[in-house]
């Protein structure tokens, strides 16, 4: 039976997290997105931005612990938890170090609005409380790009607030979106995205597709016609354009998620080359290359 101070998890709304965060145990430390006007983003529009009480994340957190078994990775939901007082997420991962002694790491996902809001001290002393891994919707490098996504940042300041995590040690998670710049930008997207990328510098970068989703600002564009649906062709050749533009020091690089047509993994800089000459294998012969079914990808 269930004790009023030890509660299951209650999650409110749809969850949201990385692929790599598959094993790991969800805690809905906020809930909503503070930003929440990306133009491609429904995720978190059904839902007001707040940070829940610190009392329902540790009664949350005991129930997981006399529940789960060994939790080795917490995720940290919904879309923007390091927007929340450094004080409450020192409370959080006090609770979940205490409860979890198996605990390696913890992440969330950062908006560069609370990258610049989190002092490099405050992340740094967070960090040592576990929460090692922030995962950084870049999307474009393009200024002209980021301004129609609605990012709310051009790409000098994305690259600003993104060292502050690498001077704090966290290791940053970062993605791009393949075909956000449309058919005339393409290139040029990709370009840039490379540069802001060699810039920051993250452990991790991947890709996905940019997708209309019913109840964006970004599905409307699409229906009268302002948006261009690249062909698996075309994002191969932007992919391309964008992995030869990569000079990393240590990176992993995927093109995994269920959005891609073509799924590549690797590590940079050692895989670089080899990545590139696999896409230009796919351009110069498209009809043998393995391109996943339109049916079959998704967000």
């Known amino acids: 039976m269930t004790t009023p101070d ?22 809905q430390a906020t809930i909503g997105c503070s930003y929440n006007r990306c133009t491609f983003c429904a995720m978190y529009r059904d ?5 829940r009480p610190i009392e ?17 990775k917490v995720f940290l939901a919904d879309g923007d938890a390091l927007m929340a007082k450094s004080r409450y ?26 990258l610049a809001v989190r002092s490099v001290d405050e992340m740094r002393a967070l960090k040592a409380k576990g929460l090692s891994l922030y995962y950084l919707g870049i999307e474009s490098g393009h200024d002209e790009v980021l301004t129609w996504l609605d990012k709310g940042v051009d790409a000098a300041e994305m690259i600003r607030v993104a060292n502050k995590a690498h001077e704090a ?17 393409s290139r040029e997207h990709a370009q840039e995205s490379a540069r802001v990328v060699n810039a ?26 302002e948006v261009d649906e690249l062909s698996p062709i075309e994002l191969a050749a932007e992919l391309r354009e964008f992995l030869a533009g990569l000079e990393l020091s240590g990176s992993v690089f995927r093109s995994n998620h269920a959005s891609n047509y073509l799924a590549l ?17 796919v351009l110069a012969d498209p ?13």
């Open 265 to 281: 993994a690797g590590n940079l800089p050692r895989d670089r080359d080899s990545l590139v000459a696999a896409l230009d294998e």
């Open 287 to 299: 009809r043998h290359a393995p391109f996943r079914p339109k049916w079959m990808r998704g967000l």
């Open 169 to 185: 040690g966290v290791k940053l998670s970062t993605m791009i979106l393949l075909g956000a710049g449309n058919r005339r930008l």
């Open 200 to 225: 920051i510098q993250p452990r991790f970068v991947s890709t996905l597709v940019m997708t209309p989703v019913e109840g964006t600002p970004l599905k409307e564009s699409a229906r009268r016609g």
């Open 56 to 72: 329902e994340l540790r009664s949350e957190i005991r129930w997981a612990a006399a529940h789960l078994g060994p939790v080795r």
């Open 6 to 27: 030890l509660l299951p998890i209650d999650y409110e709304g749809t969850l949201y997290r990385p692929p790599s965060e598959a094993d790991s145990l969800i805690l």
């Open 47 to 51: 839902k007001r931005f707040r940070v």
């Open 89 to 114: 997420l020192e409370q959080v991962l006090d609770a979940c170090r205490e409860a979890f002694g198996e605990l390696r790491r913890v992440s969330c996902y950062a908006s560069p609005q609370a």
